[in-house]
């Protein structure tokens, strides 16, 4: 009998005297025996009669395995080898541990009540009691998000422990999940998932949480910005379907789904953090979203938004807003927006647009309208707009290219802003763009006529925003004023006119109010700008001889209220916002504004009101006011924005701080928002005016 049958023989006894326990070792490969008793032992694993590489101690000889093989069977092997079902070498009597146990260093005992744990039995175990400790969580209230988190380092490198196909989670990640997230994002032992990537719903569905580079936002806070974004954000600019979930905007475009998430970080006060941390990996997505060539209209989309709500600057010369504007038009006349029945002309593919999609291009198309022009007047640019047939409001025979109601108004007043800007500053044969002063009058004349018609069109069906949106347009109107001649026969006319329509639209915006609540703090870039324009208009009327004619406590207490409005609409401390209100202030209080009536016949002060700077359209008062303040104070040493910004200027006091005294008669609710840890950072010398 050769060695081979000797090993079958003593197999088969072992078996034996083990009564039939199950718990016996089969060897793995090469099972020896008959057919027969090959298809008896049925799914049964079989196994090498080499013993494992944890069985025999490294450097026995063969003489040892022989002497091992005529032992007599092992009735039993330890708890350790049985629970691995490895073939265990173990004595009872006298007791020996095994090889196993000896080189890993293992506690080798027998036990007869022992039962193999199996892994399913295992895994379902920690399952329970995961469920059981979001139970508990449940019934707590996580703890509070850090409000001055450090932000996310970048992604660590995987270490064997963790699983190579999903990036290491830091360890500041707790800052956007809390505590039951936390829990929920354990192994899924049943899906073999990897918890840091997806979380549990109630119902078992698997939940991935929202991830771009270093910032992960969980499923409840997406649901919680959406919310604060259609609740805030979506009345200045209805282009979104509210009742769409976060999950359809992230599969129409990821773009649009993470400018959603930062514009509604805006304001985000359970995590101040959030829009800092988004600014980097938004404009890299941005930049590269657009490098791809995108064929989706929900890019446009997302470039409206963009574009309405700028991400954080401290200088207009790092502002790419105007210039994502004109991509925006041309993406959109790319994929046909402009075009929206004939959306086939424009691809390569077959399109077969349904109803609901046809009448979201011309919605889409007319936004991406409404914010060109919204940018070209704010900037002081040329408009890059496209007014066709397709916006046309009033089409009966062809109801689904008629224009949405929440768009209709707003399209029709910047239709009446191109009209001016086109009117008054697009002359060909001037070297700035502009008509002469006697054309100028009476084209003014016939804007003025057509501004009150808008006007009466839009009084019964216009919202408080669509009403902001329309002192808008009549403050660009009017702003063209600051272009005549002090000789013309109408100057002083049209500077009341203008003074009318500052305060107008100032005071529509400083009170305005929706069934949110006060909304201003989170208005668009363009109010910003305007309201800007606005202060700036007081500071140069109530400087100059026209102060005589103006009730002059209503001016400045209006002037410290628009102060206080544009350091409100600031999101981030030494934003561009932040640093206009300290010109503005300082401007102020350093050209002694409203303390003193003006002579009529003070031919300074008939000059002062001439603008320097006359390229920029209906804008040219701010970048002129701008240049003034850099050469009346930055120049000299006096102004200093960086410093100014933690210790504003108070521009009604005499004392060095608006924190040391405060304004009389100025609305409590536009008090200066309170300072936080996201800080915008200017390059060397930059200010907030042209080139900087």
Not at 444 to 457: G, I, P, S, Y
Not at 681 to 686: C, D, L, Q
Request: net charge neutral; aromatic share 8%; charged share 20%.
């Amino acid at each position: 009998m050769n060695t081979l049958q000797e090993a079958a023989l003593g197999l088969a006894n072992t078996i034996g005297s083990s009564g039939g326990d199950n718990q016996s070792i089969l060897p793995r490969t090469n099972a020896l025996g008959s057919p027969a008793s090959t298809k008896a032992r049925g799914r049964k694993r079989t196994q090498s009669w080499d013993t494992s590489p944890g069985s025999v101690e490294d450097g026995e000889d063969e003489e040892g395995q022989e002497e091992r093989r005529r032992q007599p069977g092992v009735k039993r092997a330890c708890n350790e080898c049985r629970q691995q079902k490895l073939r265990c070498n173990v004595v009872q009597e006298p007791f020996s541990i095994c090889s196993r146990c000896r080189r890993l260093n293992l506690e080798c005992k027998i036990e007869s009540s022992f039962k193999r744990i199996g892994k399913r039995s295992k895994n379902a175990e920690m399952e329970r009691e995961i469920l059981e400790l979001r139970r508990q969580l449940a019934t707590q209230h996580a703890p509070p998000i850090a409000q001055h988190a450090p932000p996310i380092k970048a992604p660590l490198t995987t270490s064997n422990s963790q699983s190579p196909t999903i990036s290491h989670i830091p360890s500041t990640l707790d800052q956007y999940m809390g505590s039951q997230e936390a829990v929920a994002s354990l192994m899924d032992l049943r899906s073999g998932l990897d918890g840091g990537s997806y979380l549990r719903s109630p119902n078992g569905q698997m939940i991935p949480p929202r991830r771009l580079e270093n910032v992960v936002v969980i499923n409840d806070r997406v649901q919680e910005l959406f919310r604060h974004f259609f609740t805030f954000y979506h009345p200045f600019l209805p282009l979104l379907e509210p009742d769409k979930s976060p999950d359809y905007y992230y599969e129409a475009s990821p773009l649009l789904f993470w400018t959603i998430i930062a514009v509604a970080a805006r304001r985000y006060h359970v995590d101040a953090t959030l829009l800092n941390a988004l600014a980097a990996p938004m404009s890299r997505l941005l930049w590269a979203t657009i490098s791809d060539v995108p064929q989706s209209y929900h890019v446009v989309k997302a470039l409206c938004i963009l574009c309405t709500w700028p991400l954080p600057i401290s200088s207009t010369s790092t502002d790419p807003t105007f210039m994502l504007t004109g991509l925006m038009m041309q993406i959109a006349m790319q994929i046909g927006l402009h075009r929206p029945s004939h959306a086939q002309d424009f691809t390569k593919f077959r399109v077969e647009l349904r109803e609901e999609e046809l009448k979201d291009r011309v919605k889409t198309w007319a936004a991406c309208n409404v914010v060109a022009q919204r940018v070209a007047t704010g900037y002081g640019q040329p408009p890059s707009t496209y007014y066709d047939w397709s916006l046309i409001t009033t089409n009966p025979n062809d109801p689904i290219f008629k224009v949405p109601e929440g768009i209709e108004a707003r399209l029709l007043i910047e239709r009446f802003s191109d009209k001016v800007t086109r009117s008054l500053y697009s002359n060909r044969s001037d070297a700035v763009g502009l008509v002469d002063d006697a054309e100028r009058s009476i084209l003014t004349t016939f804007l003025a006529r057509d501004f009150e018609e808008l006007e009466q069109k839009l009084l019964l069906s216009v919202s408080k925003i669509n009403t902001l949106y329309l002192r808008a347009a009549g403050l660009h109107l009017r702003l063209s004023a600051l272009f005549d001649s002090p000789t013309s026969k109408d100057y002083r006319e049209d500077l009341l006119a203008l003074w009318l329509s500052a305060t107008s639209f100032l005071e529509c915006a400083l009170t305005l109010e929706t069934s949110a609540g006060a909304i201003l703090t989170y208005s668009t870039n363009y109010i910003m700008q305007m309201i800007v324009a606005g202060g700036f208009t007081l500071l140069k009327l109530l400087n100059s001889f026209f102060a005589n004619h103006i009730d002059l406590d209503y001016g400045k207490n209006l002037f410290n209220r628009t102060i206080w409005a544009i350091r409100t609409i600031s999101v981030t401390m030494n934003d561009l916002p932040s640093r206009l209100a300290e010109v503005l202030a300082q401007l102020w209080r350093g050209g002694g504004a409203g303390s003193r009536i003006m002579p009529q016949d003070d031919g300074v002060m008939v000059s002062s009101l001439q603008l320097k700077v006359r390229c920029r359209m209906s804008m040219s008062l701010v970048f002129d006011s701008v240049w003034r303040w850099r050469e009346e104070f930055q120049a000299k040493g006096r102004g200093n924005l960086e410093s100014a910004i933690h210790n504003p200027t108070n521009p009604d006091s005499a004392a060095d701080s608006s924190a040391s005294s405060t304004v009389g008669g100025v609305d409590p609710s536009l008090a200066p928002p309170a300072t936080i840890s996201n800080t915008v950072t200017p390059g060397p010398g930059a200010t907030p005016g042209p080139g900087a």
